[in-house]
C-alpha cells in the first residue's frame, strides 16, 4: 500500500501555526497535520501574569482578519464560554493574556490535525527532483517514534530565550530569564533583594508583578536598563500602519543592507512599554511614596550590566554595572536577577537534514521570499515556508500575531495553487513609497 503523502506538515504549534491550523480546517482538499513537543498549547507560560494584556486587539485572533466567519475566532469563542457579555461591558479591545492562551487552547482542542507530545526530531527531503519530505515524530510521553510523508512544509517553532552571556552560569533558581518569571516567584517573595534587568514589556509586566507585592514581601528592587530611558512602545494609529501588508511588502524590497539598518532603528515600535503599564507602574510608585514613605526601589536607565559573580557564603550576586553616558562604573548586589533580555530566532535541530538544501545569507540566517518560502538551493516540487527567522527579509511585522494571519492565507493559497483568501487592499492611509 502506497504510504500517505500530507499536502503540509507543520512543525510546532504556536499562535501562528495554529492559525494556519483554523485556516485550514474549512479547506477539506488540503491534508494537514500539526506537531507540538509540549502537552498541550501553552503561550509563552511563564509570562502569562495576571493583569497582562495582549498587546494587539482581539481581531488578531487566529483567523478573523481572513475570515470573521470561521468557527475558531475569538468571539465565537466568547460565544461557547458564555461570555459574550462580559467582553462587551470590558469595553476593551485587548484580551487578558492568559485568555488568548484559554482561547488558542480551545481551538487546538478542537482541531483535529493538531497532535501534541509529539516533537519533531528529523527531516529528511525524498526524491529526485525532491518531491517530498519524510518527517519523524518522537511521542514525548510513551517514547514512541512514527514518520509521516508531506509535500510542503511549515515551520513555526518561534524563537528562544537569549540569556546574555555575562549572565550565564549561576543558579538557575537565582538567576533567570523573564521567560521563566512565573516558576520563580515565589523564590522572589522569599528574596530580600531582586534586580529586574531590560527595558521592554516583559521587564516592565515584572517590575509592576513585584511593585505590587513588595510591601507584603518586603524586598527591595532594582530596575535597570542600558536604554536611555524606559520608554513607551510607539503605538499612535499612523505608526501602527507599519504593521501592516503594505509596509511589508515595502521593506521587502528594500537592499539588505538598508533593511538591518532600518529595523536596528525601529526599536520603539516593538520593544518599549505599553503606555498603560507605564502608567500602572508611576501610578504604584507615587501611592507607596505617600508622607514620604521610604521605598526601597531604584530605577536605573543608561546603565548596563556587563557581568555577575556569586558573593562568599553564597549570599546573592554582585552585578557589574556602569552608567555608559557618564562612564561611572559600580557594583549592585542583589539575591535574584531576572533577565528580560529578549528572544532570539534559532534553526531547530530537527531541519538539519535540510541544511545543504537551504540558502542562507552571510549571517546564517534564512533566505527568504516575499511569500514566505525558504529559498533553497534545488529545485523541489513542494514549498518550506517560515513563521520566524525572518524580521531581516520581511522587518518589523513579521512577529505581529495580527499580521501572521494574513501570512496565513498566503501560505495557504500557494498550498491550494488557487486563491482560497483574497488579500485585502488599500489597508493604510500612508504611502510608504510614491508609487505604492
Ligand atoms: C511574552 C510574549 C508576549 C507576546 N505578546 C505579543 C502580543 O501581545 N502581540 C503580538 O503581536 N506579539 C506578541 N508576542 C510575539 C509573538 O506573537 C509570539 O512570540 C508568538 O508566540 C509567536 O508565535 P510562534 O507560533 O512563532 O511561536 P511560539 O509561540 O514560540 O511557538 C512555537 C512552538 O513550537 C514548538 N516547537 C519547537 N520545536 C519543535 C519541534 N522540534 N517539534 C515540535 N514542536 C516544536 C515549541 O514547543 C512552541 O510551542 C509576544 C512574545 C512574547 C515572548
Given at each position: 500500500m502506497r504510504e500517505k503523502v500530507y499536502d503540509v506538515i507543520g512543525i510546532g504549534i504556536g499562535p501562528f501555526n495554529l492559525g494556519l491550523a483554523a485556516l485550514l480546517?474549512?479547506?477539506?482538499?488540503i491534508d494537514s497535520l500539526f506537531f507540538e513537543q509540549k502537552e498541550e498549547f501553552d503561550w509563552h507560560p511563564g509570562m502569562l501574569i495576571e493583569g497582562t494584556r495582549l498587546q494587539?486587539?482581539?481581531?488578531?485572533?487566529?483567523v478573523t482578519m481572513a475570515d470573521?466567519?470561521?468557527?475558531?475566532s475569538y468571539l465565537n469563542y466568547l460565544k461557547h464560554q458564555n461570555r459574550l457579555y462580559n467582553f462587551y461591558f470590558l469595553q476593551r479591545l485587548e484580551m487578558p493574556r492568559n485568555e488568548y492562551n484559554h482561547y488558542c487552547q480551545w481551538a487546538s482542542e478542537r482541531l483535529k490535525s493538531c497532535q501534541f507530545?509529539?516533537?519533531?526530531?528529523s527531516v529528511t527531503p525524498l526524491g529526485t527532483p525532491i518531491d517530498r519530505y519524510e518527517v519523524e515524530i518522537e511521542?514525548?510521553?510513551?517514547?514512541e517514534t512514527h514518520s509521516y510523508l508531506t509535500k510542503n512544509l511549515i515551520l513555526g517553532v518561534g524563537t528562544i530565550p537569549s540569556l546574555p552571556k555575562s549572565l550565564r552560569g549561576m543558579s538557575e533558581e537565582d538567576v533567570f530569564?523573564?521567560?521563566?518569571y512565573l516558576q520563580h516567584e515565589d523564590r522572589c517573595k522569599k528574596a530580600k533583594s531582586i534586580t529586574v534587568i531590560g527595558s521592554g514589556q516583559s521587564a516592565a509586566e515584572i517590575f509592576r508583578e513585584l511593585l505590587k507585592e513588595r510591601t507584603e514581601h518586603g524586598y527591595s528592587i532594582n530596575w535597570i536598563t542600558r536604554s536611555k530611558g524606559f520608554f513607551p512602545m510607539e503605538e499612535t494609529k499612523l505608526s501602527l500602519e507599519h504593521f501592516s501588508p503594505e509596509y511589508i511588502d515595502y521593506f521587502y524590497e528594500l537592499p539588505q543592507e538598508q533593511k538591518d539598518e532600518i529595523f536596528s532603528n525601529?526599536?520603539?515600535?516593538?520593544k518599549g512599554i505599553s503606555p498603560h503599564t507605564i502608567t500602572d507602574i508611576y501610578n504604584l510608585l507615587y501611592e507607596q511614596t505617600v508622607g514620604g514613605k521610604e521605598m526601597d526601589v531604584t530605577l536605573m536607565p543608561l546603565t548596563e550590566v556587563n557581568g555577575i559573580s556569586e558573593k562568599e557564603a553564597k549570599s546573592g550576586y554582585e552585578l557589574k554595572c556602569r552608567q555608559w553616558e557618564k562612564g561611572e562604573s559600580f557594583l549592585i548586589e542583589s539575591e535574584v536577577v531576572v533577565a528580560a533580555t529578549g528572544y532570539r530566532p534559532f534553526v531547530p535541530n530537527c531541519i538539519s537534514g535540510l541544511s545543504n538544501l537551504i540558502q542562507w545569507d552571510d549571517l546564517g540566517r534564512y533566505n527568504v521570499s516575499k511569500d514566505y518560502k525558504l529559498m533553497l538551493n534545488e529545485d523541489t516540487t513542494g514549498e518550506i515556508f517560515v513563521h520566524s527567522g525572518m524580521q531581516h527579509t520581511?522587518?518589523?511585522?513579521?512577529?505581529?500575531l495580527g499580521l501572521s494571519v494574513n501570512r496565513n492565507k498566503i501560505i495557504i493559497n500557494q498550498i491550494a495553487g488557487k486563491e482560497i483568501y483574497p488579500p485585502l487592499e488599500d489597508n493604510i492611509f500612508q504611502k510608504f513609497e510614491l508609487n505604492s
Open positions: 480546517d474549512p479547506i477539506k482538499e494587539v486587539p482581539f481581531m488578531a485572533d487566529l470573521p466567519t470561521n468557527e475558531f507530545s509529539s516533537k519533531v526530531t511521542n514525548t510521553k510513551t517514547g530569564h523573564s521567560s521563566t525601529q526599536q520603539l515600535l516593538y520581511h522587518g518589523v511585522g513579521s512577529t505581529n
